[in-house]
């Protein structure tokens, strides 16, 4: 997963996987709070089962529509 790992590189912290109507909301908050806002597709390959839901290292939820998923990632503002 090299594009999570240049994210990573350039300061993107990765926050949570969510999806409409919560995404845009979660999204408008980070940047009200002053944070700068990435969204970005789930990735075809997991790097680890621990990136995803901690409780059940499972993936299962996202798998059954993964097109409505997406990763909302923030770092400070420059």
Known sequence: MAERKRLIEEGWEERIIACEPKLSELADLYREIGFEVRIE??????????????????RECYELDREKYRIIYTRPKK
């Not at 597709?41 to 499972?58: F, G, H, I, R, T």
């Open 41 to 58: 597709p789930l990735p075809e390959k997991w790097e680890d089962e621990a990136d995803v839901c901690e409780s059940k290292n499972c």
